[in-house]
């Protein structure tokens, strides 16, 4: 630990590239692990375009209700040790795939969301978008004003990850010196390839994650315990 402390220290292009995992001792469950189901959905089910037009009230109820939790929640240990990182480390990204708004509640100032944001909507007929943190929402499904319905920005299955945000998620995975990868199964593409790129690129490669996931053997280090007990220890 302590010498794979000195080389975080000493590198200059570190990206951190976090999952549901990172959030999960703040209270908010993951989507694969215990607690990952809502009501009798899986969130594949629920997390599509084609559920939603089918049943906007229902995907609605299931955002509204994560809404609630997110919104009562407080980052941990884990968000608040990727924030100091960015303000010492001036060649640090974060990339999360996390919905829940707590890395920037967290101090971190440049997050770049590859999977959207549960407090941003947007107008399936205008495209109007704009933040909304009400909990829970008055009326659900939530409508603009021009009376379409607004669904949550983030990204569903089948859609495509936001063209710019992905751009410069990928350009940092390839010039990465450090690349960690946290509270992520790595099974949802093509978030998960970011650690192949980084590998080419020829980061080093950590994973910090208290289970083991499709990459674990493959990375440098394998670091096997929650985010916030070991990101504050190895980059304090
Ligand atoms: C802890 C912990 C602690 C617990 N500390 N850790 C290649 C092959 C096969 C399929 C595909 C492919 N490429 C694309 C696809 C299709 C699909 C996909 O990947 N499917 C796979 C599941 C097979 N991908 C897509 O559809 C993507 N779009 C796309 O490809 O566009 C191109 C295209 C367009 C048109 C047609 C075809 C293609 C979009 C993916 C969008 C994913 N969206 C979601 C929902 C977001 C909104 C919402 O939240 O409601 O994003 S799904 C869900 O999974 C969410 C997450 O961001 C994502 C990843 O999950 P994550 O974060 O890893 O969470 P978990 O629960 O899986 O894992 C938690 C981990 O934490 C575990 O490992 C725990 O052990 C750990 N942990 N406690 C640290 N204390
Ligand atoms: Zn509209």
């Known amino acids: 630990m302590k010498e794979l402390r000195?080389?975080?220290?000493g590198a200059r292009r570190i990206v951190a590239f976090t999952g549901a995992g990172i959030s999960v001792e703040s209270?908010?469950?993951t989507f694969r692990g215990p607690g990952g189901l809502w009501r009798t959905y899986r969130a594949e089910e629920l997390a599509t375009a084609n559920a939603f037009h089918r049943n906007p009230r229902l995907v609605w109820e299931w955002y509204d209700s994560r809404r609630q939790i997110m919104a009562q929640a407080e980052p941990?240990?884990?968000?608040?040790?990727?924030a100091a990182l960015?303000?010492?480390c001036g060649g640090f990204t974060l990339v999360t795939q996390n919905i829940d708004g707590l890395h920037n509640r967290a101090g971190s100032r440049r997050v770049?969301?590859?999977h959207g944001d549960i407090w941003r909507l947007r107008c399936m007929d205008c495209e109007h978008e704009a933040d909304d943190f009400r909990t829970p929402m008055p009326d659900l499904p939530p409508r603009c004003q021009c009376g379409g319905l607004l669904r949550p920005g983030v990204v569903w299955f089948g859609e495509y990850l936001p063209r710019d945000v992905w751009s410069?998620?990928?350009s940092a995975a390839s010039g990465a010196e450090v690349?960690?990868?946290?509270?992520?199964?790595?099974?949802?593409y093509p978030a998960a390839g970011l650690i192949d790129t980084a590998r080419r690129g020829g980061a080093l490669i950590v994973e910090v994650n208290p289970q083991e996931t499709p990459y674990s053997q493959s990375v440098d280090h394998s670091l096997r315990?929650?985010?916030?007990e070991i990101l504050p220890e190895l980059l304090g």
């Open 76 to 82: 941990n240990a884990g968000h608040r040790a990727l």
């Open 112 to 114: 770049l969301k590859v």
């Open 225 to 228: 315990g929650p985010a916030g």
């Open 6 to 9: 000195q080389r975080i220290a």
């Open 27 to 29: 209270g908010i469950p």
């Open 86 to 88: 960015e303000r010492r």
């Open 179 to 188: 690349f960690l990868t946290i509270g992520t199964s790595a099974v949802v």
């Open 168 to 170: 410069e998620a990928e």
